[in-house]
């Protein structure tokens, strides 16, 4: 089964309007996070929900997660050209016991374009 | 703002060589990862590292593959004979935690820009 698969695949919007990703996953979670990639760049990580919480901001970022519907998204509000990237969600299966967090598992990610 | 650097960018090798792909996790931390990403999939866990041994791996992570903390600043993944399919971004990331146990999972990881490994 594949966990945390992205929706939309790609997503383009004009620059000041407001771009919302969802994620889904099949496992009960302890976390999920977001991460952002540019092209060519590494990840890099946007905003961390865990499990017991049902929204989080930070700055233009909002991130909420339904764990009764295994999904979240993130909406990030007044998108600027900048924000041009992949962005993907991860989980921390619950199962994953031993003090590691290690195998953070990906989706697929959604290709965000912000056209100036 | 402290980086996870990797070396080198780019690795061009033949079907069979050994490779090494180095990284320099951020300086405090404690927690090591490796990842890749076939070009247009998800990224895959590897393999993490603390206390200089594997803590988790994942199928892909076979005997071709180790890891190794040679010293105190560097950590590489060694692939000992390549295949076509080893072809990826390979990205090294770290993490900083707290005391183990599930608030340990909370912490996000720093990753490196990646190394592109092409096997030919």
């Known amino acids: 089964s594949q966990q945390g698969e992205e929706d939309p695949q790609a997503l383009s919007i004009q620059e000041g309007e407001n771009a919302t990703m969802n994620c889904s996953y099949k496992t009960s979670i302890n976390n999920l996070q977001w991460y952002r990639q540019n092209s060519g760049r590494g990840l890099v990580h946007l905003i961390l929900i865990r499990s017991n919480e049902r929204e989080k901001h930070s700055g233009r970022l909002r991130v909420t997660l339904d764990t009764s519907k295994k999904s979240s998204s993130l909406l990030i509000t007044a998108s600027r050209a900048a924000d041009t990237a992949s962005y993907f969600c991860a989980t921390v299966p619950f199962m994953n016991y031993g003090g590691s967090q290690g195998n953070l598992i990906f989706g697929k990610g959604t290709k965000l374009s912000v056209k100036p | 703002e402290p980086e996870v650097t990797q070396t080198p960018s780019h690795q061009v090798t033949q079907m069979g060589q050994e490779v090494i792909l180095r990284c320099v996790p951020i300086s405090n931390h404690l927690y090591f990862y490796w990842y890749r990403q076939i070009l247009g999939q998800k990224v895959e866990f590897l393999v993490s590292?603390?206390?200089?041994?594997?803590?988790?791996k994942s199928e892909i992570f076979d005997d071709q593959f180790s890891v190794e903390r040679p010293d105190g600043s560097n950590f590489t993944l060694k692939i000992r004979s390549t295949k076509l399919e080893d072809s990826a971004m390979y990205f090294c990331?770290?993490?900083?935690?707290?005391?183990?146990?599930?608030?340990?999972?909370?912490?996000?990881?720093?990753f490196g820009n990646g190394t592109r490994l092409t096997v030919t």
């Open positions: 990331a770290s993490t900083l935690k707290g005391d183990p146990g599930p608030s340990s999972y909370n912490s996000p990881l720093h």
């Open positions: 590292f603390y206390n200089n041994e594997i803590s988790e």
